[in-house]
């Protein structure tokens, strides 16, 4: 549940940003690191505290669609009718970037990722901070790079803290992320629409909102967030299991003397403690996939922490619907 939206807290990020320092915000996927997007000081210390590199492009947060022709230009109809339905949202536009938009925020592209977040919080802020320029945060998830994305405030604490011992000048908790997965991201920097990663809004979705095919974005694609092939990663060594090779995986490691910790289905979890597999935490993976989306980084980061010497995940269907859920995991897994 989200917590009713403190004002004064809203109020004292905006002073943060504006002084070039950075907070780490809610939204309705994953929690992120924002910094003013105009303040190129401030944005190369968010890669900084995150271990980024530097030509790995970020997402500019923005107040709404009326902020589109201040950070984009040749803005598709398409582009417009996306946002229309879907921001405030999970969904995520590359667009080509106006010379007001640096290429510290691009990774030295001549395109811009630009997301409008519903979660009230960022919303809040992102209104209060915008101003007659429209202002916008760059805001990657709030994590060290390439490890588990923060689907709470706790998460952002434990992994990047606050100053004088972490990298934050704040941290807004505004509770649990609804979504829990990061946003699509689609690219109409040519017009024609290409999915660069996949999140809530499925392509199914945006292929009836477009009347037209959206297929995977290739080789020449603008480079995006989330898409290195070894991404969301614990530290414990992670493998994705056919729900028929789980029972088999688990006595292998056991004899091995290995300890497992497991993210499976009932059935699979009934079976291990049937043969007298004992996990070192055993996590039920619910069977709808919005709320295994909302349950996964979470999930994640208590297996990672759980000691085991290796986490075993049920492999997710393959159904276009656990998309989102696949990419992650497989990434995770890499």
Same mark, same amino acid.
């Given at each position: 549940?989200?917590?009713?939206?403190?004002?004064?807290?809203?109020?004292? &990020?905006?002073?943060?940003? $504006?002084?070039?320092?950075?907070?780490?915000?809610?939204?309705?996927?994953?929690?992120? !690191?924002?910094?003013?997007?105009?303040?190129?000081?401030?944005?190369?210390?968010?890669?900084?505290?995150?271990?980024?590199?530097?030509?790995?492009?970020?997402?500019?947060?923005?107040?709404?669609?009326?902020? @589109?022709?201040?950070?984009?230009?040749?803005?598709?109809?398409?582009?417009?009718?996306?946002?229309?339905?879907?921001?405030?949202?999970?969904?995520?536009?590359?667009?080509?970037?106006?010379?007001?938009?640096?290429?510290?925020?691009?990774?030295?592209?001549?395109?811009?990722?630009?997301?409008?977040?519903?979660?009230?919080?960022?919303?809040?802020? !992102?209104?209060?901070?915008?101003?007659?320029?429209?202002?916008?945060?760059?805001?990657?998830?709030?994590?060290?790079?390439?490890?588990?994305?923060?689907?709470?405030?706790?998460?952002?604490?434990?992994?990047?803290?606050?100053?004088?011992?972490?990298?934050?000048?704040?941290?807004?908790?505004?509770?649990?992320? +609804?979504?829990?997965?990061?946003?699509?991201?689609?690219?109409?920097?040519?017009?024609?629409?290409?999915?660069?990663?996949?999140?809530?809004?499925?392509?199914?979705?945006? $292929?009836?909102? !477009?009347?037209?095919?959206?297929?995977?974005?290739?080789?020449?694609?603008?480079?995006?967030?989330?898409?290195?092939?070894?991404?969301?990663?614990?530290?414990?060594?992670?493998?994705?299991?056919?729900?028929? $090779?789980?029972? +088999?995986?688990?006595?292998?490691?056991?004899? &091995?003397?290995?300890?497992? =910790?497991?993210?499976?289905?009932?059935?699979?979890?009934?079976?291990?403690?049937?043969?007298?597999?004992?996990?070192?935490?055993?996590? +039920?993976?619910?069977?709808?996939?919005?709320?295994?989306?909302? @349950?996964?980084?979470?999930?994640?980061?208590?297996?990672?922490? &759980?000691?085991?010497?290796?986490?075993?995940? $049920?492999?997710?269907?393959?159904?276009?619907?656990?998309?989102?859920?696949?990419?992650? !995991?497989?990434?995770? =897994?890499?």
């Amino acid at each position: 549940m989200t917590p009713e939206i403190d004002v004064a807290a809203i109020n004292a &990020a905006v002073e943060v940003l $504006e002084r070039g320092g950075l907070v780490a915000m809610p939204t309705e996927t994953v929690y992120g !690191l924002a910094a003013d997007a105009d303040n190129e000081a401030a944005v190369l210390s968010s890669y900084q505290a995150k271990g980024r590199p530097l030509n790995h492009p970020l997402i500019v947060h923005v107040c709404g669609p009326e902020a @589109l022709d201040h950070w984009a230009q040749e803005i598709p109809e398409s582009a417009r009718m996306l946002t229309a339905k879907y921001w405030p949202g999970p969904l995520t536009l590359v667009l080509k970037k106006k010379p007001r938009c640096g290429l510290f925020v691009t990774g030295g592209q001549d395109t811009v990722a630009l997301r409008c977040p519903s979660h009230p919080w960022a919303h809040a802020l !992102l209104t209060k901070f915008a101003g007659p320029t429209y202002r916008g945060v760059t805001a990657p998830s709030a994590n060290t790079f390439g490890r588990i994305s923060p689907s709470c405030a706790a998460h952002v604490a434990e992994d990047l803290g606050l100053k004088p011992e972490g990298k934050l000048d704040l941290i807004l908790d505004g509770g649990t992320c +609804e979504f829990g997965i990061e946003s699509t991201m689609l690219d109409l920097s040519t017009g024609k629409p290409r999915l660069l990663r996949h999140g809530v809004i499925s392509r199914a979705e945006l $292929e009836a909102a !477009l009347g037209v095919p959206v297929p995977d974005a290739g080789s020449d694609a603008p480079r995006a967030s989330g898409r290195l092939k070894s991404h969301y990663a614990p530290r414990t060594k992670l493998e994705l299991v056919d729900a028929d $090779e789980m029972l +088999e995986r688990a006595k292998a490691l056991k004899c &091995a003397g290995d300890t497992v =910790a497991v993210m499976a289905g009932k059935p699979v979890l009934e079976r291990l403690a049937a043969a007298d597999i004992v996990p070192v935490l055993s996590i +039920e993976s619910p069977a709808d996939v919005k709320a295994y989306g909302a @349950l996964l980084y979470d999930a994640l980061h208590r297996l990672d922490h &759980a000691g085991a010497k290796r986490i075993l995940i $049920e492999r997710p269907a393959a159904d276009p619907a656990w998309a989102a859920v696949a990419d992650r !995991l497989g990434r995770a =897994a890499a």
